[in-house]
């Protein structure tokens, strides 16, 4: 079983920059993915970005070269760095995890644990 729990958001203006943290506790396969997403009022939630056991990420186009992933594993901790932030940014975060998983998918079906989620607001 796995538990994630996500801090870092909070209120800032346009072109601000926030980094979001997941702390992750209990099992997890070796191979694994990681990954956040958001979702706004009246939307989907959709995946923002993702990174696997062995390192590799991907990124929702929207946010290619502001929004960066990464994972500490000594700390059991994954990140993510946001620049450059736009109005359309807002959102609540997740963090999310698929264990065991050998690949990353952009579909929230494929990942079995989640985070409670941390709100994200930037204004114009």
């Known amino acids: 079983q796995v538990q994630l729990v996500e801090s870092g958001g909070g209120s800032v203006q346009s072109g601000g920059s926030l980094r979001l943290s997941c702390v992750r506790s209990g099992y997890i396969s070796a191979r694994y993915c990681m990954g956040w997403f958001r979702q706004a009022p009246g939307k989907e939630r959709e995946g923002v970005a993702f990174?696997?056991?062995?390192?590799?990420?991907g990124y929702a186009d929207s946010v290619k070269g502001r929004f960066t992933i990464s994972q500490d594993n000594a700390k059991n901790t994954l990140y993510l760095q946001m620049i450059s932030l736009k109005p359309e940014d807002t959102a609540m975060y997740y963090c999310?995890?698929?264990?065991?998983?050998?690949?990353?998918?952009?579909?929230?079906?494929?990942?079995?644990?989640w985070g409670q989620g941390t709100q994200v607001t930037v204004s114009s």
């Open positions: 990174i696997t056991s062995d390192g590799r990420t």
């Open positions: 999310a995890a698929a264990s065991p998983a050998y690949y990353c998918s952009w579909s929230p079906g494929d990942f079995g644990y």
